[in-house]
């Protein structure tokens, strides 16, 4: 089945510093990606659909200065969250599109990453 | 405005019980519902995928249905286990490509011994 790799798992950082975050698709080519933030207790907010090749889509409210994204291949989307502060924290998760099965896309995760800036 | 209202928001059950989750949806057109179990700090990993014209699909002890007359589904988990332990999160895909997806709010399922 379809694999995504999302690294680092855990990142902490400093206040006032950038942090990259990797998502890969280790099995299937995607040309689309799509990164969500995740608070406790809730369910997945999606930031932005990342086009390989091209710009990214940013939902409403969500700075693209602040969160860069990079979609620079078929197998591989980053999110860099820049100047990170303290209510940056947050689990990041991020998803990469197949062409799916049965005349539907199918979406895979990748495992999260946990965020804490200090 | 297309909305996946799921529950209950959470519920404990002792193990070896079954339990049944709702997710009742607005999203139109619809394309298809999909049922994820997300573990604490991890990714959702898909259980089931229905279209329109599926009623129910199984994934080991997840049964999933749908009635898309209602807008209605429900994943029902067989015999628990601890490692149920997690959130359900209903995810309902929307257009003729079914490439937007609305996210429900999730189920926190706790599975005591």
């Known amino acids: 089945g379809a694999v995504v790799s999302q690294h680092p798992s855990r990142v902490i950082c400093k206040s006032g510093t950038s942090v990259k975050i990797e998502c890969r698709s280790l099995?299937?080519?995607?040309?689309?990606m799509f990164w969500y933030r995740q608070f406790p207790k809730q369910s997945l907010m999606l930031m932005a659909t990342s086009n390989e090749g091209s710009k990214a889509t940013y939902e409403q409210g969500v700075e693209k200065d602040k969160f860069l994204i990079n979609h620079a291949s078929l197998t591989l989307s980053t999110l860099t969250v820049t100047s990170a502060h303290p209510e940056d924290s947050s689990f990041y998760i991020c998803?990469?599109?197949?062409?799916?099965?049965?005349?539907?896309?199918?979406?895979?995760f990748g495992s999260g990453t946990r965020l804490t800036v200090v | 405005k297309n909305q996946v209202e799921q529950s209950p928001q959470s519920l404990i059950i002792l193990e070896g019980k079954n339990c049944t989750l709702q997710?009742?949806?607005?999203?139109?057109?619809?394309?298809?519902l999909r049922w994820y179990k997300q573990d604490t700090g991890r990714g959702p990993v898909s259980l089931t995928i229905?279209?329109?014209?599926?009623n129910t699909k199984s994934n080991g002890r997840y049964t999933a249905t749908l009635d898309a007359d209602t807008k209605q589904s429900s994943l029902h988990i067989t015999a628990s286990q601890l490692s149920d332990s997690a959130s359900y999160i209903c995810v309902v895909s929307e257009g003729a490509a079914g490439n937007k997806l609305t996210f429900g709010g999730g189920t926190r399922v706790l599975v005591k011994p």
């Open positions: 998803s990469a599109r197949d062409t799916g099965t049965g005349g539907y896309y199918g979406y895979t």
């Open positions: 099995d299937f080519q995607a040309t689309t």
């Open positions: 229905m279209t329109f014209s599926e």
């Open positions: 997710c009742n949806y607005t999203v139109s057109p619809f394309s298809n």
